[in-house]
Nanobody, 124 residues
Framework: QVQLVESGGGLVQAGGSLRLSCAAS????????IGWFRQAPGKEREFVAA????????YSADSVKGRFTISRDNAKNTVYLQMNSLKPEDTAVYYC?????????????????WGQGTQVTVSS
């Protein structure tokens, strides 16, 4: 199965932007739907966004629609999460995730593979 490594997290002021990257190992990357989840201190992990294996379909949580965009480059085995207009409530550890079913299935049932996470902190 794939292994996932996130990068791009950091500290940003409210209203700023960050782009997270998720690099995957293995030759089967294009057979996985990829998603982003996040977990804030004291809260449960929640779905953020997901993208289908081809990149033709994307899904986003209502809380990030219009601000976050997920995309993938199968030639580079990489998925991106462009985060704009960041808010303090976006502060969390962001996890890249993968599943060989569908993006919708992963959104509801959870993924089979997790990355180690990257911290995003938005200051007010």
């Amino acid at each position: 199965q794939v292994q996932l490594v996130e990068s791009g997290g950091g500290l940003v002021q409210a209203g700023g932007s960050l782009r997270l990257s998720c690099a995957a190992s293995g030759r089967t990357f294009s057979t996985y739907a990829i998603g982003w989840f996040r977990q804030a201190p004291g809260k449960e992990r929640e779905f953020v966004a997901a993208i289908s294996r081809s990149g033709g379909s994307t899904y986003s949580a209502d809380s990030v629609k219009g601000r976050f965009t997920i995309s993938r480059d199968n030639a580079k085995n990489t998925v991106y999460l462009q985060m704009n207009s960041l808010k303090p409530e976006d502060t969390a550890v962001y996890y890249c995730a993968a599943d060989q079913t569908t993006a919708q299935h992963m959104r509801i049932m959870g993924p089979s593979v997790w990355g180690q996470g990257t911290q995003v902190t938005v200051s007010s």
